[in-house]
């Protein structure tokens, strides 16, 4: 079995066994994107508005973004979407609500790195929740974003801060801490190569230069600390 099919595995399972993140739009929040009050989640903050502010009738991306989230959203706010995901699980989701209210959203499974199937200049927008660190190198995935984005495009890229990997947690004679013991980039499976679970710590050099080696101009940036110290994630978005 291959990192991609490991991943699609592991994601299905944790779909059947209805993970939070996996929770699909409500009826109010599809409403309300309706008339023009779109709000896309960012863990507990939002995608500030001005980054979505001008999508109605624009050609947008969801790049492995299945769940029934992000596209049934976007579409309820008068955009094109395309939504592009490893998971069939994950998938069903945005089809079943994409029948139920009745919004036309393309429907791709397929791997992030591999966007071949859309032509040069595709879309307005690409955006792409927390899913980057299921790909060993990340850098491919940014090139292809840039050929299939117009000029002028939008990247909006959410994706954990590396010291979700650079620390473990530790309880011994000193208490409870987190130690830094991790070097970047980090491989799960380097530690416990027994587990199916196969997850990516990148450099912020891969995430922040491997888009600006791309041509990409980065004009935003948020960040997100949960309640553990070392869930940290971040929030770009870029232009070409």
Known sequence: MNVYE??????????E?????STCATQEEMNKARQGQLSMKFFDKEIPTDWLKDIKGKKILCLASAGGLQA???????????????????????????????????????????LSRFSDASFDYILNPPSLMYVPD??????????????????????????????????DENGSYYKAVNRMPYCSADFDSMSDWIEYGHTMEDYIGGQLACGFVINGYVECQLEDITELHFLTRAMK
């Open 138 to 171: 990340i850098k491919p995935v940014f090139r292809e974003c840039y050929r299939v984005l117009k000029q002028g495009g939008i990247l909006i890229v959410m994706a954990p801060s590396p010291i979700n990997y650079l620390c473990d947690f530790v309880n």
């Open 6 to 15: 490991k991943v699609e595995k592991n994601i299905d399972a944790l779909v």
């Open 17 to 21: 066994n209805n993970v939070d993140w």
């Open 72 to 114: 049934p959203l976007l579409a309820c706010a008068g955009a094109d979407v395309t939504v592009l995901d490893i998971s069939d699980k994950m998938l069903d989701k945005d089809r079943r609500i994409a029948s139920e209210q009745q919004l036309n959203i393309r429907i791709e499974k397929g791997n992030m790195c591999d």
